[in-house]
C-alpha cells in the first residue's frame, strides 16, 4: 500500500474506532502536498518535521488559514561553523536515506549533490538554524511569518549522546522567550 493511502486508512480506522479519535484531537506529520490537504481535511492540522521556512509558507498555503501548522526546526547554539555543521549532519543523517525526506528537499530545490557526503553546507544551514541566540531566533521567526501556529524546536548538542542537554535547553528558552 503506498503511503498516501495507508495514511488514509489508518486515519479511517481511527474515525471508526469504538472510541474515535476526534479530529481536532489530532495532527498529522505531513510533507508533501496531498499529505497536507489531508491533513487539513482529516486532523486540526499538520507537524512537518526537517522543513524550512519556504516549506511552511507553502503548506500554510495549502492548508488555508485555520488549521495548526507546527513545523520543527532544529537548533544548534554555537558560532563555531564546522562544530554546527558536524553536529547538524549527525541528526540529519538516516533523513538523507528516506525516500519522503529526500523527495521533500527536492520540492526545496535540493538535488543529489546536497545529500552526497552527509549533506552539503547548503542544505545542513537551511535544515538546522545554528549560531547566537538571535540568529536562531530569527529562523523561528521566519516560520511564523510564513503562517506557522506553532514552532517545535529540537535542540541539537555536540555533547555526548544520550545526555540530556539541559544547558542547551537554557539557552534555547533564553533566547526564543527572553
Not at 530545490?109 to 540568529?135: E, K
Not at 521566519?142 to 542537554?165: K, N, Y
Amino acid at each position: 500500500m503506498r503511503p498516501l493511502s495507508k495514511l488514509a486508512s489508518y486515519l479511517d480506522e481511527l474515525d471508526q474506532a469504538e472510541h474515535p479519535v476526534p479530529l481536532s484531537e489530532r495532527a498529522l506529520a505531513a510533507l508533501g502536498p496531498k499529505a497536507l490537504e489531508m491533513s487539513a481535511r482529516r486532523s486540526a492540522g499538520a507537524h512537518p518535521y526537517n522543513v524550512t521556512p519556504d516549506h511552511t509558507a507553502r503548506a500554510r498555503s495549502i492548508l488555508g488559514p485555520t488549521p495548526l501548522l507546527a513545523p520543527e526546526q532544529k537548533v544548534y547554539f554555537g558560532a563555531d561553523a564546522t562544530l554546527a555543521r558536524q553536529v547538524a549532519r549527525r541528526s540529519l543523517a538516516i533523513y538523507l536515506h528516506l525516500p519522503n525526506y529526500l523527495n521533500n528537499f527536492r520540492r526545496l530545490g535540493f538535488d543529489d549533490g546536497d545529500f552526497a557526503d552527509g549533506g552539503s553546507d547548503r542544505l545542513v544551514d537551511a535544515m538546522v538554524a545554528w549560531g547566537p541566540g538571535d540568529a536562531v531566533a530569527r529562523r523561528v521567526q521566519e516560520h511564523m511569518d510564513a503562517g506557522a501556529s506553532h514552532v517545535t524546536i529540537q535542540v541539537l548538542s555536540a555533547g555526548r549522546p544520550g545526555v540530556l542537554p539541559r544547558t542547551e535547553w537554557r539557552d534555547a528558552a533564553q533566547a526564543l522567550l527572553g
